[in-house]
């Protein structure tokens, strides 16, 4: 049976609508009107799909210092897996409006922190899936509540904490900082989120939607290879660390490197949103790491 690991067509989504081994799971949000997401999905979604909600489901409680979109905890996460009917064997589809952002962040989820392999991407969202005149349904899913669900141990190490991040600032260990946001908020010159503008210290910017053609399906696995090579410049794809403002959009680039072939890479969830919750960490502006 074939598993996809990163992204998925409408094509073959479609083909497995009424598999019972695959869960759908529509994942659109919208930062500045939480309830737009959920309001949407109510409108029309895939058929068979259960709706994600960005900080209720994929998200933990906040505690000031831990950034806007903290990991879930554990329990927390392993009850709504199993809400959702997900187990060992489950094929997970995870999808978006379009540049599956939010979608990302549930396959980062699934497959870093909880350790589960058959997770994908619907390539292009749910506007590839309507360009291709598929069906949307207003019928919500009845409840499948699989058995308990506990985190694969393989899923330690794949994220750092800020402790960890302020020792690669210190020189510590070497890593890469990369920085998935748009240049404007990496350069400084705007922050519509967090209280601080700017970067981390020693950060590259990568902004996810580099991964992306015009009509929002990733680009080729061969072009974005070369271009995340390039931007190790000779670092194993292991030492590289994504942030964005949230944990939320650095996903797309881990994505993007899963899709290119090096592998499930870290993530700093807080990012920069936690970053800043101390004013004493240092801050970076401009164009240059530094």
Known sequence: MSRYRDIVTPAVVADHINDPSWVILDCRFTLSDPEDGAEAYAEGH???????????????????????????????????????????????????????????????????????????????GLMAWLAERRPLTTEVPKGSAGAAYPRSSHADGVWLDTAAVEAVVRGGDGRLLVDARGLARYRGTTEPFDPVAGHIPGARNRPFEGNLRPDRTFRPADELRSEFLALLDGRPAGEIVHYCGSGVSACHNILAMARAGLGVTALYPGSWSAWVSDRDRPVATGDRPE
């Open 46 to 124: 895939l058929p068979g799909a259960r709706y994600a909600d960005l900080e209720r489901d994929l998200s933990g409680p906040r505690d000031g210092r831990s950034g806007r979109h903290p990991l879930p905890r554990p329990a927390a996460f392993a009850d709504t897996l199993r809400a959702w009917g997900i187990g060992p064997g489950t094929q997970v589809v995870a999808y978006d409006e379009a540049s599956s952002v939010y979608a990302s962040r549930l396959w980062w989820l699934m497959r870093g922190f909880w350790g589960h392999e058959a997770v994908a991407v619907l390539d292009g």
